[in-house]
């Protein structure tokens, strides 16, 4: 799994749901996208061990 | 989760909308708010000529694209910074999205045409980077957009950027900012018409938007941002959100609805003492404005 923002990878093991993924994570889900493979995931999928996660923050912090 | 509108596999799921979307019905979703954002506020009319102000990042390029699948004639601005390790990448991502599509991308280099990059500039200036920074996105977008005849300039301000700014505006209860702070802003005085049609989607919405229609932007966040006071208003509001989705769009549109007009008399009366600044002719308030006095500092 990678997480960026900063970049880092981390294993976790599965199967999990998308939102429990987040919430042991202590990530608030309105402030990333979780993207497994190529495509977006919602939060009620679930993940195997083999899935390959990328958690995306979307939060910018401009203040134009 | 199933599709709202067509009932296949979600990709994504919106709660405040309390649905769940699959790739095509989702980017419909963000054309159709977009377009009900620009009709509801009169934000473009028909032959308008718009100029884009494109970071790189996902607002942005998800705004342009979203313009240009809705008819509008609109290019690109991209204004460099000069921020190492960040401001080329940025620049790399806009280009690419013009050459893919074949639009017109205008390009500023802030140290090249201007002569100071924000990190030196607003540490020589003792301003805040993004103060500095903000500062001059606002008087560089609006003179390239004077200068090269168009008409409006459309920024990438979302709903997440938004509902901050205002959240920040009212605890410190900065009247004359919130006289200011509409997604519209006329032209005249030596402005050109500045729109923000992003203001019904969230920032997770735009950045599903780039992932889903296949646009790169810079994922990477500003190093000069980190820490800065506008994101902790944001984790305040998705805390909130969270909880309670709808939150931040109830906060924000029930500010435009219900309590704008009480604060726009304060912003109109600024607006009547405006004078051009002696030195580059933009409106302001003293006899030379912000801009000027910021380009003296950050370059001598």
Known sequence: MVLRNPRREIDMHGPMRVHALLERLEINRESVLVIRGDTLVTGDVQLSDDDQVEIRPVVSGGCA | MKCRRCKAPAVIDVRRHNAGFCRDCFLHHCREQVRKTIEDFEMLAPGDRVLVAVSGGKDSLALWDILRDLDYDVDGLYLGLGIDGYSDESGVYARAYADKVGAQLVEIDLPTDVGFDIPTGSRIA???????????????????????????????????????????????????????????LPEGNGFARKVKPLVRLGERETAAYCVLAGIDYQVEECPMAAGNRHLGYKSALNAIEEQSPGSKHAFYFGFLEKASPLFTPEAAAEQEQLQQCARCGTPTTGEVCAFCRLVERATR
């Open chain 2, 126 to 184: 003792r301003r805040v980077p993004c103060s500095a920074c903000g500062l001059s996105k606002r008087h560089l977008f609006n003179q390239a957009a004077v200068d090269g005849g168009y008409d409006v300039v459309a920024t990438g301000h979302n709903l997440d950027d938004e509902a901050a700014v205002l959240f920040g505006n009212v605890l410190r209860w900065s009247t004359e900012y919130l006289g200011r702070q509409l997604p519209v």
